[in-house]
């Protein structure tokens, strides 16, 4: 847009300078035309005059004034400081020059411009600047002088010169227009800044409500009883709006549909796995029963970790501020009962979370490290946007290969790699779902010792 717009300015300015340009010499070609003809009437009125009355009326006009011209008879031709030329001066020159040989035909004619400072006008070439004020101010009707000076000289009879000086009636026709001028300059500037000013008001105005549209997405994430959408503004923006909130309270009915699923399915399972144990119980032959109550119990287990899932998946509490330092410092000194051995370092502060879910989450972590190593190790920091929770053991790690795949539900690696027996696989899905659900994320490396690092990120 500001490309577009620069590039808008510049070719107006480029043709508004170029339509000056062609108005300043249609001006100065119709001034010189209207000027040739008062010449050419002047030198035909001083040559009719005798030569002995010639200074007198010379005098008379300088005393009179107001003709714009300035016009004296000299014994020579007087030479002309030399200035530089221009389309507007060859312009001025060629017309005059044309109709003086048009009114008076073909004679020797001389013309040329000079400044005011340089301008010499007598046979004893006294510059203009010295003569009495009401001669040079008066005939040329210009104070002060400052605009080039037309000078026109051509033989008479009698080795006499007349000479004729003379300016445009508008000052600035023969200077050449400036690209940047000043005025011009400082229009274009605040031309651009105002169209580029309201562009950007306008912008924002319309972008504003897809702002709103992704900050509802971002928080839609992290709590799905966050509020709809105000269904406002532009027929378009009024739609999509309306599209995002049905699609917000489908998400919100299959989530809940999916948690009395779940729950219907295992309180239904409950009571015949109950009645399948009392009769795998009286069963005489001792090999069938345990192979009965082996399989009952991978049932109950496979039951349990459905229902573990589907609460640790319920986020529905509200959000309050957390001391993370406090958090796993409790959830530390509760592991080291069962002889987990926590090292603690580091501060992470207050965040902003659901308490409950998130000590699930970190518990879960933690409860993984103890079981699997002789020793964790747990790092806190806190930087300028998230702060970063860093669990470390010494245990025999997961391969590169499966550190994403034991995120999935009711993914468990070998048993070989634990020195305990029992668990779901669900601890690792549930709390990254509960890390994604506050905006972060948890992610797996090899640590220092060998073993397992999880990282947990949480914004701030």
């Keep these: 847009m500001l490309l577009g717009v620069l590039g808008a300015q510049v070719t107006s300015y480029g043709l508004w300078s170029w339509q000056q340009d062609r108005q300043r010499l249609a001006q100065l070609d119709s001034l010189s035309r209207n000027l040739a003809d ?7 009125y001083f040559r009719s005059l005798p030569y002995e009355y010639r200074h007198i009326v010379l005098d008379q006009l300088r005393d009179m004034g107001g003709t714009r011209f300035f016009v004296s008879v000299n014994d020579h031709r007087i ?3 030399r200035t530089d030329g221009g389309r507007a001066r060859e312009l001025v020159a060629g017309n005059l020059r044309e109709g003086l040989e048009r009114e008076l035909g073909r004679q020797e004619l001389y013309i040329g411009f ?7 006008v007598f046979n004893n070439e006294v510059p203009l600047t010295e003569l009495p004020a009401h001669w040079a101010h008066r005939s040329l009707a210009m104070a002060p002088l400052s605009t080039p000076i037309l000078v026109v000289q051509m033989p008479l009879e009698g080795n006499s010169w007349l000479y004729v000086a003379t300016t445009l009636p508008m000052a600035g026709l023969l200077d050449e227009p400036a690209w940047l001028s000043g005025d011009r ?16 008001l306008g912008i924002r105005w319309l972008t504003r409500p897809l702002s709103v549209m992704a900050r509802a997405a971002r928080r839609l994430g992290d709590d799905l009883e966050s ?3 105000a269904e406002r503004g532009p027929r378009e923006l009024r739609d999509t709006a309306a599209a995002f909130n049905r699609m917000s309270e489908r998400i919100r009915q299959q989530v809940d549909e999916r948690e009395r699923l779940f729950s219907a399915i295992s309180h239904d399972l409950k009571t015949p796995i109950t009645r399948l144990r009392l009769r795998a119980e009286m069963l005489d032959d001792s090999r069938q029963r345990e ?4 399989t009952l119990d991978e049932m109950d287990q496979l039951v349990k970790g459905a229902l573990a899932s589907v609460k640790g998946l319920d986020l529905h509490e509200q959000a309050e501020p957390l001391d993370l330092d406090a958090l796993i ?5 509760e592991l080291a009962l069962f002889g987990g051995a926590i090292d603690v370092r580091g501060r992470a502060g207050v965040v902003e979370a659901k ?11 933690l409860e993984n490290a103890v079981f699997y190593a002789q020793r964790v190790d747990v790092s806190l920091s806190r930087g300028a946007d998230a702060i970063a929770i860093t669990i470390c053991d010494d245990g025999p790690g997961i391969p590169v290969a499966q550190r994403e795949r034991v995120f999935e539900p009711f993914v468990r690696l070998e048993p070989s790699r634990s020195r305990h027996t029992g668990g779901s696989g669900l601890g690792l899905a549930i709390a990254r779902h509960i890390a994604r659900a506050h905006g972060g994320d948890i992610g797996l490396d090899q640590a220092a010792a060998g073993g397992l690092m999880v990282v947990v990120r949480l914004p701030c």
Excluded: H, Q
Aim: with cysteine; glycine share 4%.
């Design 329 to 333: 410092a409790t959830l530390a000194e």
């Design 79 to 81: 030479a002309l400081e």
């Design 114 to 120: 000079s400044r005011p400072e340089d301008l010499r």
């Design 38 to 44: 008062s010449l050419a009437a002047t030198v035909r």
């Design 355 to 365: 308490p409950l879910a998130l000590k699930r989450c970190l518990g879960n972590l």
């Design 227 to 229: 509020p709809p959408l």
């Design 185 to 200: 300059l400082f229009v274009s500037l605040a031309v651009l800044v105002t169209v580029i000013g309201l562009s950007l």
């Design 291 to 294: 192979a009965f109550v082996r």
